[in-house]
C-alpha cells in the first residue's frame, strides 16, 4: 500500500492542487493530512479525490464546523488511527503524541505536521514522517511524502 503523506496547506490551493497531483502521479493509494487546512474550501479539494483520504485538525484550523463538514467525517481530532489492508496508520498534527505512538512498536506508520520541518525516521516496524509543508510559508520549500508500507520506505518530495 502506498500512502502520500502531506500537511500544513494552509489555504495554499495552487500547491495543495499540485501536491495531490504528484501524489496521485506517483501511485498513491491513500492520501493522509496531518492538519492546518486552515479553512473549509482547502478540505474541499480532498473530499474532492477519487483515492480515499483521511486526516486531523491541526492548530490554525479555524472555521473547525466547515471543516468537519467539508470533510464528510474524515477529518478528526486530536489524533487518527486507521487499519488499512493490514497496515496500522497513527495521524496527529502534533509531534509528541507521535513520538510516542512511533515508539509505541504498535504503527507501520506514524504521521505528523505543526513544525514544518520534513523528517522521516524507522525503527523496528515504524516509520515516522513529517512531510514538512505544502504552503512553503516558513522554509520556503513545499514538500509531500510517500510511503511504500509493503517496501517499509518512504521518501520526500518537493513541490
Sequence with gaps: MVVGILSDS?????????????????????????GDYVAPFSVQLLAELSLPWWGVLGNNDGEVLG???????????????????????????????AKWAFHSGH????????????IIKEEG???LVNPGEVCGLLSGQSTVALCNLQKKVAKLINI
Design 107 to 118: 504503527y507501520d506508520l506514524v504521521v505528523y505536521g505543526h513544525t514544518h520541518e520534513a
Design 67 to 97: 471543516i468537519f463538514q467539508k470533510s464528510g467525517g474524515r477529518v478528526k481530532a486530536p489524533f487518527l488511527e486507521l487499519e488499512e489492508r493490514g497496515f496500522r496508520i497513527w495521524i496527529s498534527h502534533f509531534y509528541q503524541p
Design 125 to 127: 516496524r515504524s516509520i
Design 10 to 34: 494552509h489555504d495554499n490551493l495552487i500547491a495543495l492542487k499540485k501536491a495531490l497531483d504528484i501524489l496521485q502521479e506517483e501511485g498513491a493509494e491513500l492520501i493522509v493530512h496531518a
